[in-house]
């Protein structure tokens, strides 16, 4: 079993920063692109950032220059540093992991966590 858990998420002021963490566990044999994704109500889950086992990352337009995603390759941790964060932000947080249990990869998401900015 495999286990996606996010953290770090908050209400902060229009300007303001906050980190994401994702710690995933279990019976990971191996992890391709890791990534975060956020939904806002009434809104369609959009992809934020996402970064590859050899570093290589992407991001949405809306978040290019303002978020930075990294990874811990020996933790199976990755991070979402957001800065100068708009109320536009606001939504739930998934984390998503494309892991392999030594047979096949799969997709598998976390719980989410709340963003809110908000004066």
């Known amino acids: 079993q495999v286990q996606l858990v996010e953290s770090g998420g908050g209400l902060v002021q229009p300007g303001g920063s906050l980190r994401l963490s994702c710690a995933a566990s279990g019976s990971i044999f191996n992890i391709r692109t890791m990534g975060w994704y956020r939904q806002a109500p009434g809104k369609q889950r959009e992809m934020v950032a996402a970064i590859t086992s050899g570093g290589r990352t992407t991001y949405d337009d809306s978040v290019q220059g303002r978020f930075t995603i990294s990874r811990d390759n020996a933790k199976n941790w990755i991070y979402l540093q957001m800065n100068s964060l708009k109320p536009g932000d606001t939504a739930g947080y998934y984390c998503?992991?494309?892991?392999?249990?030594?047979?096949?990869?799969?997709?598998?998401w976390g719980q989410g966590t709340q963003v809110t900015v908000s004066s």
């Open positions: 998503h992991a494309e892991i392999s249990d030594g047979l096949k990869f799969f997709g598998t």
